[in-house]
Nanobody
């Protein structure tokens, strides 16, 4: 199994910053990609940002220029630097990893963290 541990969420005022971290552990052979999703109450879950092992990044349009995703492949850790936060960024943020493990080496499986709350006040 793969365990994802998230940290860095909290309450900030609009215009503030937060840095989310997610560390993966377990019988990992390879992580193809890691990313962040978010879901606000009553709204659809959406992909915020994703980064592949080669460094290719993708961002939700509404966070481009404000959020930056990065990774440390040696530590199986992904980060999300969030600047210029807006109230509409308020959501539970979940870390996701697409990984190959020692028990399922022929396929990739998505793993999810427990989520961390980000609240931005106006």
């Amino acid at each position: 199994q793969v365990q994802l541990v998230e940290s860095g969420g909290g309450l900030v005022q609009a215009g503030g910053s937060l840095r989310l971290s997610c560390a993966a552990s377990g019988s990992i052979i390879r992580i193809n990609a890691m990313g962040w999703y978010r879901q606000a109450p009553g709204k659809q879950r959406e992909l915020v940002a994703v980064i592949t092992s080669s460094g290719t990044t993708t961002y939700l349009d509404s966070v481009k220029g404000r959020f930056t995703i990065s990774r440390d492949n040696a530590k199986n850790t992904v980060y999300l630097q969030m600047n210029s936060l807006k109230p509409e960024d308020t959501a539970v943020y979940h870390c996701n990893a697409e990984a190959i493990t020692a028990h399922h080496m022929d396929v990739t499986i998505d793993y999810w963290g427990q989520g961390t709350q980000v609240t931005v006040s106006s």
